[in-house]
């Protein structure tokens, strides 16, 4: 099982952009599947994108289409979240998780704030 750290999270203006980092811990991370969620106050968590073991496929949420990318870097144990275009309604606890077949991880969160 992979231990995951957020990182980049912060407070941005709308329209502005921001990238969060997840690095993982373990000698297995290129045969996990990697996401992001988020979860703004009120609501329940939801995915936003997620990656395949390789970096050949990805999926994102429709709210984010466009303006969110999400990638990987198996060399660096490390997956990242490109946001773009950034709306106050993207505020949320954003959270890494990885999964391999019935096994998954999460990390503890970075606070996105977007200010109009």
């Known amino acids: 099982q992979v231990q995951l750290v957020e990182s980049g999270g912060g407070l941005v203006q709308a329209g502005g952009s921001l990238r969060l980092s997840c690095a993982a811990s373990?000698?297995?991370?290129?045969?996990?599947?990697m996401a992001w969620f988020r979860q703004a106050p009120g609501k329940e968590r939801e995915l936003v994108a997620n990656?395949?073991?390789?970096?050949?496929?990805?999926y994102y949420a429709g709210s984010v289409k466009g303006r969110f990318t999400i990638s990987r870097d198996n060399a660096k144990n490390t997956v990242y979240l490109q946001m773009n275009s950034l709306k106050t309604e993207d505020t949320a606890v954003y959270y890494c998780?990885?999964?391999?077949?019935?096994?998954?991880?999460w990390g503890q969160g970075t606070q996105v704030t977007v200010s109009s």
């Open positions: 373990g000698r297995t991370f290129s045969n996990y599947a």
């Open positions: 998780h990885a999964r391999i077949a019935t096994i998954e991880s």
């Open positions: 990656i395949n073991w390789s970096g050949s496929s990805t």
